[in-house]
């Protein structure tokens, strides 16, 4: 993302008096055309970030560059993408950090891709497997428009049921179908104390997942869904917006354990199985076990 005025060839967000918004690609000849008139990007090259601008019809456009959840919200589409509200919690939940070798299946769009570099940085690695050709190279391009050529991702067309092929990854990240089928392939790819995500729209696909997860060496999981609810707040009307997306998906996530030592003779019998229903306690912001 680039700072100071804007420049030819960058994207910019125009938002009308209504918030309603489009996203332009500046061209030293071009012109934003809508019913409130039209906007010659001359106009906006060389302004600062911000700034107002006027239609040839007197309408007001402010230009911002596009955030991140800007951009995966209006960037072109082939298959469904994750929204902002689940990409960020699926960074904290996955701990994605500076460096990290990540795994993501399926990259679909790229917005979780985009994501994911941007969190892991110049030092770190995001390999993708999708299975359908058309929807990789739609991802890469996606990826780039936002982030630039130099990106540390490799795009691999395979169907990742079969196989990871890779090992000593930090994190993978599931966003398809069957991620159970994954469950196996995942733990041997992953280092120890890596990270397995997978975002499913169903809970019936969570359910299937979570059984998977038991008879597995991950443990400390955990699902969950993250609910948004934004506020109208105008003078005395201080209130919860009348709709909201009530859902998109859950997050199912489970850390990578080192098989126990088998237990020496005079150990004491029998200690409870730490995993997976007494894993260290998640934090203040996630209520205790009903059971
Ligand atoms: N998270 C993406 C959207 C992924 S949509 C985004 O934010 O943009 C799910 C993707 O998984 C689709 O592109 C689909 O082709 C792919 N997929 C489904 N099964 C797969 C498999 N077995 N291996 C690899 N990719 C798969």
């Known amino acids: 993302m680039s700072r100071g005025p804007f420049a030819a060839g960058e994207r910019v967000l125009l938002v009308d008096s209504k918030r309603r918004r489009h996203l332009v690609t500046l061209a030293p000849e071009g012109e934003f055309h809508s019913h409130a008139g039209v906007l010659r990007h ?14 040839t019809l007197g309408a ?8 991140l959840s800007d951009y995966v919200v209006e960037m072109p589409r082939g298959a469904q993408v994750i929204y902002p509200k689940d990409l960020g919690a699926i960074l904290m939940l996955a701990d994605v ?8 299946s399926g ?26 050709e058309d929807f990789a190279a739609r991802a890469r391009r996606n990826v780039e428009a936002y982030l630039g050529p130099d990106v540390p991702l490799d ?41 397995l995500l997978a975002y499913l729209p169903t809970i019936l696909q969570v359910a299937q997942l979570r059984e998977a997860l038991e008879g597995s060496p991950f443990g400390m999981a955990q699902s969950l ?5 934004t506020w109208h707040i105008e003078g005395q009307s201080v209130r919860p917006d009348h709709r909201m997306v009530a859902h998109t998906g859950f997050l199912t996530v489970a ?13 004491p019998a ?6 997976p229903d007494t894993a260290p306690d998640p934090g203040p912001d996630t209520a205790p076990d009903a059971d």
């Open 225 to 229: 869904e993250v609910l948004h609810r």
């Open 270 to 275: 029998e200690e409870p199985d730490p995993r």
């Open 60 to 67: 007001r456009l402010v230009a911002v560059r596009p955030t």
């Open 155 to 195: 795009v691999e067309v395979r169907d990742i049921y079969e196989g990871i092929g890779v090992g000593d990854l930090d994190r993978i990240v599931l966003d398809l179908p069957e991620p159970w089928q994954v469950v196996p392939h995942a733990a041997t790819a992953l280092a120890p104390g890596g990270i």
């Open 97 to 104: 950090f500076p460096g990290a070798r990540v795994l993501e």
């Open 107 to 132: 990259v679909g769009s790229g917005a979780l891709t985009t994501t994911l570099l941007r969190a892991v940085g110049p030092t770190g690695h995001v390999l993708g497997y999708e299975i359908r």
């Open 255 to 267: 850390r990578l354990l080192t098989p126990e030592e088998p237990a020496p003779a005079t150990a």
């Open 42 to 55: 001359a106009a906006i090259i060389g302004s600062p970030e911000g700034v107002t601008l006027r239609t």
